[in-house]
């Protein structure tokens, strides 16, 4: 009997660490970009969760996202790793949207960890 209850716990534990991910960490730069908007803000929530500096550069890229909600949360996660907004409301019309993130390509071009860097628009998916 206590060998079933033993089997019985680790078939739940193995169970509930595949369904949560413990087999091995997605690649967050491709959930950055996936064409599901759930798989993007999902990524996003966790860079912010996290406090993911290296995910700055992706969470810049998603300013410009075609979702709203997306964009909402991109920057929201900005602000809980850098503590900037550098003036981006996702809300805003697109060209005040365009400004804001070049104000952010700006900071991340003059930031210390040259690593830091956007995609050129050309090279990503928006959405």
Do not use: N
Request: hydrophobic content about 40%; aromatic content about 8%; proline content about 3%.
């Amino acid at each position: 009997m206590k060998r079933l209850v033993i089997l019985h716990i680790l078939w739940i534990s193995l169970s509930a660490c595949f369904l949560a991910g413990c087999g091995g960490r997605r690649d967050i730069a491709a959930d950055f970009q996936d064409e599901d908007p759930k798989t993007r803000i999902a990524a996003i929530r966790g860079a912010g969760r996290e406090k993911l500096e290296s995910a700055v550069p992706y969470l810049v890229d998603r300013l410009t996202d075609s979702e709203a909600e997306v964009r909402m949360f991109a920057i929201i996660a900005l602000q809980e790793i850098t503590g900037l907004a550098h003036g981006y409301r996702h809300y805003d019309p697109a060209t005040l949207r365009q400004e804001a993130v070049e104000r952010w390509r700006k900071w991340l071009s003059g930031s210390r960890d040259q690593s830091l860097k956007t995609q050129p628009a050309g090279e990503r998916k928006t959405g």
